[in-house]
């Protein structure tokens, strides 16, 4: 059984038959439909998929804010109470006009607790707010003697 001629065509007829078969099936609506309607669903399932990775990269950054949160707080309460360390406070001070309140928590020291605490060994020393303008507190930070 002899082989059947090979039929040649041109790279042209070629392009041009390849062309043709394109546009009928491209011309076909239900086709047409079809395909985009394919392309759209992987689409969508793409950007659902995305999402979902994007959703627990959010879930997971949020529990580490919460616990980093956590830590920060108790780390700034630590370092608070570390400043305070060498606080005095005293309560039931009477107000004076022009007070010096180094000089009153010196005296106040000196009078009632007999210790020698003058005003070169603070720091800052100041009134805080009260309910009533009766006594105010005071409250004193000490120079480190180490």
């Not at 005293?90 to 022009?98: D, L, Q, R, S, Y």
């Amino acid at each position: 059984m002899p082989f059947p001629e090979r039929v040649t065509r041109s790279s042209a007829e070629d392009d041009v038959l390849i062309k043709k078969v394109v546009e009928k099936v491209l011309g076909s609506d239900i086709l047409r439909k079809e395909l985009i309607s394919k392309i759209q669903c992987d689409i969508v399932a793409e950007y659902r998929k995305e999402v979902q990775v994007l959703t627990e990269k959010v879930v997971q950054l949020e529990a580490e804010l919460i616990a980093t949160r956590s830590e920060v707080r108790k780390s700034v309460d630590d370092l608070e109470q570390y400043s305070r360390r060498n606080n005095l406070r005293i309560f039931g001070v009477p107000e004076e006009a022009n007070e010096d309140t180094k000089v009153l928590v010196s005296n106040f020291c000196k009078e009632k607790l007999k210790l020698n605490v003058g005003p070169e060994l603070m720091d800052a020393c100041h009134r805080l707010p009260a309910k009533t303008r009766r006594c105010l507190s005071v409250i004193s930070a000490k120079k480190s003697l180490n």
